[in-house]
């Protein structure tokens, strides 16, 4: 989430001084045209007024708050492109009907002059994908050969900042590719990406080549320093503002949402309980039928598997395992043939023939993943009440138990043996199977979790999704913790709970900036006249 957010916001800042750059531009030609009004100086500096304008329109664009689908979030992206497209063919026509200055050249020591034809341009396509880099890429050329061909050398820093916005424009494009299936092209074209991150930095960098183009004009000019120092002012304002406000709605957020996983990790460990408190109450209800209670007493192992019957099948248990007095095993429901060794030694048999009921967590290897199993143990007592046996009833806990979670609670949920996953709704990249039989490698996490037998709660990642999480041991009858339980929502899903707040947040300050913008005007010019 943190990742997202500082994005967002540079996204944000770079766009705002992309905005900054084009309007101080567009105030230098607006400055100059107020002197003469030639149209085609209206042409250029209105090219540069719909680029700011561009610009500050997607600057309150959100990149990935909730997924997109934010209120307006769907129509400001293409008002910034249409206004950013015209912006730059008012650019280029601007350079077209405007001849450059004539040099001089010297014949048989008479004064002539000649000009150079102007260059051939290429086809324009009339898609996005093709007018945004070649816009640019074209006021460039234009401003190069003005710059080169002509004689206003001063030009030069205007042609590379017009060509780092044609490689920007080329690589914003690389959004459209985000429906590939391919996973290291996704990583490379997504949103807060190293191509995403390229085109903030080469955007940065043509904005400040345009602002100090400006700035050498300007400091000749009073009032339009002042005003554009005013302007700047009021951007850095307006920026911190709308970042603090952010930062605040989503680290109250962030804090509220842990709060919920922690609660939601006690009602899943609740949850287990329940299943345990589940297995109790059927294990006891066995252990007092007369049929059992006789074949304990006479270890008669044809007589309690008629007496067990399919009880395990129809109460959805993984085994029903008997054993006298002794701790013989009378019968193994799940393999009724395998009976007569003991587990005298098991120390959850040596609680019920002591008379002590218990119930438990197991975990124990798996073809894929570990399994976890609870059981549940009871003494069975004669009518004496004397102790001739032991039942215990298990349940696994399986993936249609953290799916039921889900169900629930639209929470993803993983039970862990150990420090590896039994059974979870976490998928792996392809999208089809299961992330079963991985292991949780960050320390912090298994430390707190298993060893100290506490909850943690916190980001993590899983196949390089942002997740908040919060976890609960998962303890034996010895209050031993022998596993995990994990419940997990993506952070994007609580950044859609702040998409409308915050995209507000970024449009109100991007009005605000447009509305401000005549009062600093009046404002510069009321400054500049008292110093004169």
């Not at 293409?78 to 650019?91: H, N, V, W």
């Not at 991150?197 to 004009?217: D, H, T």
């Not at 009921?357 to 004669?382: E, F």
Request: hydrophobic share 50%; glycine share 6%.
């Amino acid at each position: 989430m943190n990742t997202e957010f500082i994005g967002q916001n540079i996204h944000f800042a770079v766009n705002l001084l992309a905005s900054l750059a084009m309007f101080s531009v567009f105030w230098l030609i607006f400055d100059a045209w107020t002197q003469r009004k030639k149209v085609i100086e209206t042409i250029k500096w209105l090219g540069f007024l719909l680029l700011a304008v561009g610009f500050l329109v997607n600057g309150a664009v959100i990149e990935r708050f909730g997924g997109g689908g934010g209120f307006i979030s769907d129509e400001l992206p293409l008002i910034s492109e249409i206004l950013r497209i015209f912006g730059y063919i008012f650019i280029v026509v601007g350079q077209l009907a405007d001849p450059l200055m004539k040099k001089p050249t010297y014949a048989d020591g008479a004064a002539t002059t000649q000009t150079t034809a102007p260059a051939i341009l290429g086809p324009v396509a009339i898609l996005k994908l093709v007018i945004l880099p070649i816009l640019p890429l074209m006021a460039a050329l234009l401003y190069w050969r003005r710059a080169t061909i002509g004689l206003e050398r001063h030009l030069k820093p205007l042609a590379y900042a017009f060509v780092g916005l044609a490689i920007f424009e080329l690589l914003s494009l690389a959004v459209t590719l985000q429906s590939t299936a391919n996973p290291l092209v996704y990583n490379l074209v997504a949103v807060f990406g190293p191509l995403w991150w390229a085109a903030q930095i080469i955007l940065l960098g043509s904005s400040l080549v345009f602002g100090n183009w400006v700035w050498r004009y300007l400091i000749k000019r009073l009032s339009s320093q002042i005003f554009i120092v005013l302007v700047t002012t009021t951007v850095c304002i307006y920026f911190a503002s709308t970042v603090g406000f952010s930062y605040l709605l989503l680290n109250n957020t962030r804090n509220q949402a842990l709060t919920d996983l922690t609660t939601a990790s006690n009602v899943l460990d609740y949850a287990v309980g329940s299943q345990k408190s589940e297995l109790a109450a059927q294990a006891e209800a066995v252990v007092t039928r007369p049929q059992v209670i006789s074949a304990a007493q006479q270890g008669d192992h044809p007589a309690m598997q008629t007496a067990i019957g399919d009880y395990a099948a129809k109460h959805q248990l993984s085994s029903v395992t008997v054993t006298d007095g002794d701790g013989k095993i009378l019968l193994r429901s799940e393999d009724p043939d395998r009976w007569g060794d003991s587990l005298s030694d098991d120390s959850l048999v040596q609680r019920a023939l002591i008379g002590r009921a218990a119930t438990s967590v197991k975990t124990s290897d798996g073809v894929l993943a570990p399994i976890v199993t609870l059981i549940s143990i009871q003494p069975i007592r004669d009518a004496n009440n004397l102790i001739v046996g032991s039942l215990s009833a298990s349940r696994t806990i399986s993936n249609a138990f953290v799916d039921g979670i889900k169900s629930a609670t639209d929470l993803d949920s993983t039970v862990y043996a150990g420090n590896r996953r039994s059974a979870t709704t976490l998928m792996t990249t392809d999208g089809r199977n299961r992330a079963i039989g991985i292991k949780e490698t960050n320390f912090d996490i298994t430390d707190t979790v298993i060893n100290k037998g506490k909850s943690f709660s916190g980001e993590v990642t899983y196949q390089n999704r942002v997740y908040l999480a919060a976890y609960t041991p998962l303890k034996d009858a010895d209050n031993t913790p022998v596993g995990m339980l994990l419940v997990a929502r993506p952070a994007s899903d609580l950044l859609a709970t702040a998409t409308r707040s915050v995209e507000l947040a970024f449009v109100i300050a991007v009005g605000l900036l447009a509305l401000s913008v005549v009062p600093v005007y009046l404002l510069s010019k009321k400054i500049a006249g008292s110093v004169k």
